[in-house]
Structure formats: C-alpha cells, structure tokens
C-alpha cells in the first residue's frame, strides 16, 4: 500500500535563529480571504431561563446585540491583541448569535478582505470576544458559565483552504 507524504509542519513565526519574527506577506498575491470562527457559550439552566426570560437583556443592556458590537470591534483590532498579526481593513464582518437550545449560545463571526494574508484570527477574535462579552454581561446569573470549544469553521483564499466537517 503506497504511503502518502506528509509535510511536515513548520511554525511560521520563527526566524532562522528561532526568535520571533512577523510573517513578510509583501510578496503574496492579493486574494480573496475569507474565514468563519465559533465560539459555544453554555449557561446554567436556571440562568438559561432567567435570561430567555428577560428577552436577552440584563441591567447592563441587550446581551446580544452588545456582543455583536463586541465582536465586530474585536476582529477589526486583532493586529492589537495577537502580536502578530498584520493590521487589516476588513471589508465585512459578521457576528451571528443564537440560543440554539436551552443554555447553548452559538456565535458565528464571518470576516473576510481582499488581501495577502488570511482573517482566521479576526474571525477567531471576534467569535472569542463575542463569547466573553456575553459572559461578562450574564456573570450575575452564575459563575458556572463555561466558553468553549472556540475553533474555526473555514478559511479560504490562501495557500490552503479549510472547511471543518460536520460532526
């Protein structure tokens, strides 16, 4: 049976004297990039029911419309969290929220630019922030509140595309 092979995998953010360095994207080919990023926020069930409830608000406001805003923000200023990465002029961002049972809180951030590098982390960022926004607004219910997995949906227009496969 023949063997297939395998690249090896290589950390891009390493020089050759093993000191970390910012990825030269200069000479790339200017793309389409696109990727898409979840993050599962799961609540108790009493604090569930206390926020359906109350229409996703707590006295600090709409819950997911404010982590929405969170979201957006986020993945537009990732260059200033993850050190890095390149500061980008996304072109769309998209944070998507919704209870998709009882307890179980779906967010979805779609990014995507034209570019030389991809938006994985913006949409890993926004998707992350969105979930800890949430958290922070509903930490009165409970502190049993638990964010994750936190994971990448799809990337394309790079050297390798990536779609996960449903489970």
Request: charged share 30%; glycine share 6%.
């Amino acid at each position: 049976m023949p063997t297939r092979s395998r690249r090896k995998p290589v950390l891009t953010h390493v020089d050759a004297a093993r000191r970390p360095t910012m990825v030269d994207v200069g000479a790339k080919e200017i793309t389409l990039r696109e990727a898409s990023a979840e993050a599962i926020v799961a609540l108790p069930r009493a604090a569930a029911l206390a926020l359906r409830r109350a229409g996703q608000r707590t006295k600090k406001g709409p819950v997911f419309d404010t982590a929405i805003v969170a979201g957006v923000m986020a993945a537009k200023r990732t260059h200033e969290l993850i050190p890095f990465c390149h500061p980008l002029a996304l072109e769309r961002c998209k944070v998507s929220i919704e209870e998709a049972r009882l307890g179980r809180i779906a967010i979805r951030c779609d990014v995507a630019l034209h570019g030389r590098t991809g938006v994985e982390m913006e949409a890993l960022a926004g998707a992350s922030v969105a979930a800890l926004t949430i958290y922070d607004m509903t930490k009165a219910l409970s502190h049993d509140i638990v964010i994750g997995p936190v994971r990448l949906i799809a990337k394309s227009g790079g050297k390798r595309d990536f779609r996960r496969r449903k489970p």
